[in-house]
């Protein structure tokens, strides 16, 4: 047996593990399921990741999708601990956001209030008045950026996890942009993998 699949084997057997412990309703932990590792449900990898249903959106042919949750550190270190005021402009403490350089959106940029929820900095402010998690900041950055929204959701904008078939888990807008400052610098590719001719021999 070759390390790769006995290392899909140990992820498989581990991701049912995780799944036979349970988990408790209601506490706000992700439900892993132990038909991930079966035929049609996508790889088995898929049952590690902490992912929840996309709101408001559809991929190809209206199939439903998954982003993955990304809100460890928040949940560690809440905003409200040092945020007991309701937030303005103005109002960012200098000293614990120093790394955040407000540019998007123009205008507005230094105004936290235009896209954070005034009484809580973790929660997201949409324009209906509703209010979103981080981990749903895609909602936030569909409502100026329609055309990179849609081809988000039809999987020609951003990143797809682990596999392409069965289950899709994308990562959300700000897993690859910056919030603040969306605009990707220039990089520069790498050179594509040599694969030799006599490895490609042996395949066929």
Known sequence: MSARRACRRLAGALALALAACGRGEGDGSVQLSASFGQSGHGPPELALLASAPV???SGPEGHAFDVRLRTPRVTSYPCASCHERPVTAGSRADAEHADVRSV?????????ETCHAPTDPARLTLQTGE??????AYRLCAQCHFSQAD???GGAHGKRLVGWQGRRVVMSCTECHDPHAPVL???IPFRGPTIPRATL???R
């Open 55 to 57: 709101t408001g959106r």
């Open 104 to 112: 998007h959106p123009s205008e507005v940029a230094e105004r936290c």
């Open 131 to 136: 209010t979103a998690s981080l981990d749903e």
């Open 151 to 153: 081809a988000w959701a």
């Open 185 to 187: 610098s220039q990089q």
């Open 201 to 203: 021999e042996d395949r």
